[in-house]
């Protein structure tokens, strides 16, 4: 987790210094060609890190314990109270992580588990609405 993020922070701030490294080839104004190659270069590879930075950045960030834990409920409520792990992987994403956290959470009984033609489905009772009685 702090791997990712401390990663991704340093390809966003070497991004940002790239593309900082074009607005100062450009302000220089040389009309050489090796410059302005050398610009480009700079510029694609600077968003290059920029954008991969971001996502690794976030993916380090979706793996804290507690941003976990809101993900998955807040899919569950989306989902009134059933989800699979597919929708889970569409929400939050999916790593061994986000399992500890739904195999504890069904350890602890906060939630349980059905299965459903060959899909398992994770059921959170207090998502799920009142049934209404049968008349």
Not at 104 to 112: P, Q, T, Y
Not at 113 to 132: H, L, N, V
Request: aromatic share 8%; no cysteine.
């Amino acid at each position: 987790m702090a791997y990712k993020i401390i990663t991704g922070s340093a390809m966003i701030i070497t991004g940002i210094l790239s593309e900082l490294m074009v607005l100062f080839i450009i302000i220089m104004r040389s009309k050489s060609n090796t410059q302005i190659v050398i610009s480009a270069i700079f510029f694609i590879i600077g968003l290059i890190l920029i954008v991969s930075g971001f996502g690794m950045f976030r993916s380090g960030m979706l793996l804290k314990s507690d941003l976990i834990i809101n993900g998955i409920l807040r899919t569950a409520q989306k989902n009134k109270g059933e989800i699979t792990k597919e929708k889970i992987v569409a929400e939050v994403g999916w790593s061994k992580m986000i399992e500890l956290k739904i195999d504890e959470m069904i350890k602890k009984r906060e939630i349980s588990i059905e299965e459903r033609d060959g899909i398992t489905y994770y059921i959170f009772p207090e998502f799920q609405s009142a049934k209404e009685p049968s008349v």
